[in-house]
């Protein structure tokens, strides 16, 4: 089952999940780091880490934990790790000099169909593209924490990238398991963050004005909004919240339009509100339980992904 090779460009985090994501359809992985001891650290966990899933009936894809660990190498050789692959996903840290210096070696080494994607949360490709000779082929592909077990895509694409880099970008993506969405121009925040912000601000906003604690505000999400957000999305909402998306408009416009004038101006998430905040998680969830946490989270979200695929859509 020959498929593609596919050249990561840094082992941590997000390098490691994509990493997981694209062995489990069968490609060849190879991954590179310039820091040795992280790249050793990779070879050692993302086995472990299939393993894991593959015991607690989490593992992505139709072959075996084994079979993938087979597919993927990891080297030290920036060329090495670039050659005949057809995708290279960057995922060093979040600093716009570094994914300059990375690009400009990407666009000595690659050939002109290549995939050269971003990771970057925050950074437009068009920052650090310029005077490249393949920005055409240059975009991001942003994740979303943890990739494996939630699976939406964002592609935004500079006004230099070309089309068809576009269009093979989110074929992969659907080939691999993600949910792409291809924002049509470069935005601040793209679109995950700009409604991740929208209701943090609010969140922030109520917390200050005193209208209720920490553990009530989580709960609007996880036990209101959130349960049906996972299956459909706020506009659907809309639609089926009425007798269709028009008769919604026309019965709640006015009302909605009158709460979002009282919204205060976005705030800064200043240190004082967030030790008030802290009183709580300090209590209810310690530093030194985040990693028991997050790996109960990755389990949740692992249940709920399974859901999702049974459900009829
Ligand atoms: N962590 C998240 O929640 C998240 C979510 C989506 C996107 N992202 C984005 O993904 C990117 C990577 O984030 P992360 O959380 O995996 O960071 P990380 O710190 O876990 O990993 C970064 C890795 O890059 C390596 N590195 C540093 N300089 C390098 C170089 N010149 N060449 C090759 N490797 C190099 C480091 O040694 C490290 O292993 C960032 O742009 C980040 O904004 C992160
Ligand atoms: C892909 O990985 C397999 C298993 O290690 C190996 O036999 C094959 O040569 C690799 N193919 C490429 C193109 O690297």
């Given at each position: 089952m020959a498929r593609g090779k596919i050249a990561i460009i840094g082992s941590g985090l997000i390098g490691g999940s994509w990493a997981m994501i694209f062995l489990s359809k069968g490609y060849n992985v190879s991954m590179f780091d310039v820091d040795e001891v992280q790249l050793a650290a990779a070879q050692k966990k993302i086995p472990e880490n299939l393993k894991r899933f593959e015991s607690q009936g989490?593992?992505?894809?139709?072959?075996?934990a084994d079979e993938q660990i087979k597919l993927i190498t990891f080297t030290s050789d920036f060329a090495e790790c670039i050659k005949d692959a057809i995708y290279v996903q960057e995922c060093v840290p979040e600093k716009l000099e570094l994914k300059r210096k990375i690009f400009e070696d990407l666009d000595k080494l690659c050939t002109d169909d290549m995939i050269l994607a971003s990771s970057a949360s925050?950074?437009?490709s068009s920052r650090f593209n310029y005077?490249?000779?393949h920005a055409k082929n240059m975009l991001i592909v942003h994740p979303v924490n943890p990739p494996y077990f939630v699976p939406l895509v964002e592609i935004i694409p500079s006004d230099q990238t070309r089309p068809e880099i576009v269009t093979k970008t989110r074929q992969l993506m659907e080939e691999v398991g993600q949910a792409p969405i291809t924002l049509k121009k470069e935005i601040i925040g793209f679109a995950l963050n700009r409604i991740q912000y929208a209701i943090l601000n609010e969140c922030w906003n109520m917390v200050q004005a005193d209208l209720l604690n920490a553990e009530d505000i989580d709960r609007v999400m996880v036990h209101g909004l959130g349960m049906r957000y996972a299956f459909i999305g706020p506009l659907e909402t809309m639609h089926l919240n009425a007798e269709g998306i028009v008769n919604y408009c026309d019965r709640y416009a006015a009302g909605a339009l009158k709460v979002s004038e009282t919204f205060q101006p976005p705030p800064l998430y200043d240190i004082p509100t967030a030790e008030k905040l802290n009183e709580y998680f300090s209590e209810h969830i310690p530093l030194e339980k985040l990693e028991e946490r997050r790996k109960w989270r990755d389990e949740c979200l692992a249940k709920l992904a399974k859901l999702k695929k049974e459900i009829p859509k």
């Amino acid at each position: 089952m020959a498929r593609g090779k596919i050249a990561i460009i840094g082992s941590g985090l997000i390098g490691g999940s994509w990493a997981m994501i694209f062995l489990s359809k069968g490609y060849n992985v190879s991954m590179f780091d310039v820091d040795e001891v992280q790249l050793a650290a990779a070879q050692k966990k993302i086995p472990e880490n299939l393993k894991r899933f593959e015991s607690q009936g989490n593992l992505r894809g139709e072959i075996s934990a084994d079979e993938q660990i087979k597919l993927i190498t990891f080297t030290s050789d920036f060329a090495e790790c670039i050659k005949d692959a057809i995708y290279v996903q960057e995922c060093v840290p979040e600093k716009l000099e570094l994914k300059r210096k990375i690009f400009e070696d990407l666009d000595k080494l690659c050939t002109d169909d290549m995939i050269l994607a971003s990771s970057a949360s925050c950074i437009a490709s068009s920052r650090f593209n310029y005077g490249l000779k393949h920005a055409k082929n240059m975009l991001i592909v942003h994740p979303v924490n943890p990739p494996y077990f939630v699976p939406l895509v964002e592609i935004i694409p500079s006004d230099q990238t070309r089309p068809e880099i576009v269009t093979k970008t989110r074929q992969l993506m659907e080939e691999v398991g993600q949910a792409p969405i291809t924002l049509k121009k470069e935005i601040i925040g793209f679109a995950l963050n700009r409604i991740q912000y929208a209701i943090l601000n609010e969140c922030w906003n109520m917390v200050q004005a005193d209208l209720l604690n920490a553990e009530d505000i989580d709960r609007v999400m996880v036990h209101g909004l959130g349960m049906r957000y996972a299956f459909i999305g706020p506009l659907e909402t809309m639609h089926l919240n009425a007798e269709g998306i028009v008769n919604y408009c026309d019965r709640y416009a006015a009302g909605a339009l009158k709460v979002s004038e009282t919204f205060q101006p976005p705030p800064l998430y200043d240190i004082p509100t967030a030790e008030k905040l802290n009183e709580y998680f300090s209590e209810h969830i310690p530093l030194e339980k985040l990693e028991e946490r997050r790996k109960w989270r990755d389990e949740c979200l692992a249940k709920l992904a399974k859901l999702k695929k049974e459900i009829p859509k």
